[in-house]
């Protein structure tokens, strides 16, 4: 019996959310309503599924880490990289894929491996979503100082096997400079304008991301406290209260009225 082409382009039905963790049944439940929550508690999110329900607008990008030979000698870049390994039946081939999913303020890294390129896809997308983590931004640069998330707040380093990065705060406009590959996490995190410095095997895609991933985990160790120079209502309920005179000013003037009326005595004794 043939099969009919249409059917290539149908989508799996989509089958019903059952949570197995109990962090899942909270959010299916509605007690856990945001994902700010999740991080400010410290759980552990194991279901993809708990990122989908919080975050439904994430954007999902692949980072090329494989490759091909070229017919110049150069090398063609793949979304996937597959190798091989020789068995007593024959050759073994393993797909390898990386993932980046997030959106503004947030970001997530996944990698996996499967036998056929959309299924090692598809799982890098769910460990994405696994690990996703907090992105701080703002506006570090002293050329700026406008006050917008463009940037990061501070000049930041992350670490990954050989490669170091460093990020640096740009003023606005500068736009990002950094690999091209690695624009893909900042523009899903929402950094506009970046200086970076690197050392190492940059070659190595998923190492740099990796480093880039590491780095804005360093920001949300460190507490950063912005102020826009706006008081709060409680300091301006203080600046209102009227500043009583101090004690020691009060006592200085009795001691001057004192000494002024012993001059006075003296000076009426030597008259007479």
């Known amino acids: 019996m043939e099969r009919d082409h249409r059917d290539r382009g149908r989508r799996a039905p989509q089958v019903e959310w059952i949570p197995r963790t109990e962090l899942g049944k909270k959010v299916a439940a509605g007690e856990v309503t945001s994902i700010d929550d999740i991080f400010a508690n410290g759980w552990k999110i194991k279901e993809s599924q708990i990122v989908d ?35 007593s039946s024959g050759r073994r081939y393993k797909i390898s894929a990386c993932a980046i999913v997030g959106r503004p303020g947030y970001i997530g890294l996944g990698k996996a491996t499967a036998k056929e390129h959309d299924v090692a896809i598809n799982k890098a997308i769910n460990f994405a979503k696994l690990s996703l983590i907090k992105v701080k931004r703002g506006c570090g640069s002293w050329q700026c100082g406008c006050g917008e998330n463009h ?10 096997g050989s490669v170091k990065v460093t990020l640096i705060p740009a003023p606005k406009g500068i736009g990002l400079a950094i690999g091209e590959e690695e624009k893909k ?3 899903i995190a929402g950094v506009k304008d970046i200086w970076s410095k690197t050392q190492g095997d940059t070659r190595r895609r998923l190492n740099y991301a990796k480093a880039i991933i590491n780095a804005f985990k360093n920001t949300n160790k460190i507490r950063i406290d912005l102020h826009e120079g706006k008081l709060s209502k409680e300091e301006e309920k203080v600046e209102e209260i009227p500043v009583e005179p101090a004690k020691e000013e009060v006592i200085e003037e009795e001691v001057v009225q004192e000494t002024e009326a012993e001059t006075t005595e003296e000076t009426s004794e030597e008259k007479s």
């Open 53 to 87: 329900r919080l975050l439904p607008d994430l954007r999902s990008e692949i980072i090329f880490m494989g490759g091909s030979p070229g017919k110049g000698g150069g090398i063609k870049r793949t979304p996937t990289r597959r190798t091989v390994r020789m068995h």
């Open 151 to 160: 940037s990061v707040p501070i000049k930041i380093i992350g670490k990954e």
């Open 185 to 187: 996490l900042m523009r």
